[in-house]
Structures are given as structure tokens and as C-alpha cells.
């Protein structure tokens, strides 16, 4: 059983960026622990854990079931290949993915930062035109009258 609800694009950890792995639709799609834990491979009581460490929070329902996106089942695929591929411990799995997490939210800034200094420079006067700085000392003397 699965929820679909619209949402914003989700960066690119979002499974629909050509990772090889399953393509999702443009709704993300919320899916109860049982199918979330066979989709990504895991028992549902891994997800549980998971959850509890603060590895992979899914959203809760108003009665407090889990639901999990598209995004989170990829997480939780990333998180086996840690452990098992790579040998990496639950405690190094977390600190790599809020460091993930980190440096997409500097990434998001930099675009941010990048798009407001395109506006500021596109609405720069052009008739003003930057005169280089001088140590050099200017002497006004007027125009003598006759």
C-alpha cells in the first residue's frame, strides 16, 4: 500500500536522478514500512532501528505510522551499501549522511547567492562606469575673469 502526494523537487539524492536505480514518478509516493522495507531489501524492524538511531526519519501519519518516500528508500539502500559493501559503522553511516545533508543546504545557498548576484548585476546602472583609485592629488583653479 502506497500515498501519493505532490512535492517539490527533492535534490540531488532524489532516486529519479540517473543513479541506475528505480525511476519514480514526479508525485513522490509514501509507502507503509512493510513495502518500504521490501523495496529497499531490509526487514522492517532494521527500519525501525533506523529510525530510532535517526538514520532514515520517514513521515508520520496522525496516528504515528511511518511512511516512507521514494527518497527515504533510496537512503535506506545507501545506508546497507555502507554497512555492507563498504564496512562503514551505523555511527559513520549518520555523520556521512548529515555531512551529505550539509553540503547539499551549501550547495542550495551557493545557487541562492549566485541567481541574487545575476539580479543586482543585470539591474547594475550601465551609464555609470567604475573610475580606477588614485593616490594622485587634482588642483582646481578657476578660469580667470577678464
Known amino acids: 500500500m502506497h500515498e501519493s502526494r505532490k512535492q517539490p523537487g527533492l535534490g540531488p539524492t532524489d532516486p529519479r536522478v540517473g543513479d541506475g ?3 519514480y514518478e514526479t508525485e513522490t509516493q509514501y509507502f507503509v514500512i512493510s513495502v518500504a522495507a521490501q523495496l529497499s531489501g531490509m526487514h522492517a524492524q532494521t527500519l525501525r532501528t533506523y529510525d530510532r538511531l535517526g538514520l532514515v ?5 496522525t496516528g504515528g505510522g ?16 555502507l554497512s555492507q ?24 545557498r551557493i545557487e541562492e547567492m549566485a541567481e541574487e548576484i545575476s539580479r543586482i548585476q543585470q539591474s547594475h546602472r550601465r551609464d555609470l562606469v567604475p573610475v580606477p583609485r588614485s593616490t594622485a592629488l587634482v588642483v582646481w583653479q578657476p578660469k580667470h575673469r577678464r
Open 66 to 81: 511511518r511512511r516512507y518516500s521514494a527518497r527515504d528508500v533510496a537512503l535506506l539502500r545507501e545506508v546497507q551499501r
Open 57 to 61: 526519519t520517514p513521515h508520520r501519519t
Open 21 to 23: 536505480g528505480p525511476q
Open 85 to 108: 559493501d563498504e564496512g562503514v559503522n551505523l555511527a559513520g553511516i549518520k555523520r556521512i549522511i548529515e555531512l551529505t545533508n550539509q553540503v547539499e543546504a551549501l550547495q542550495s
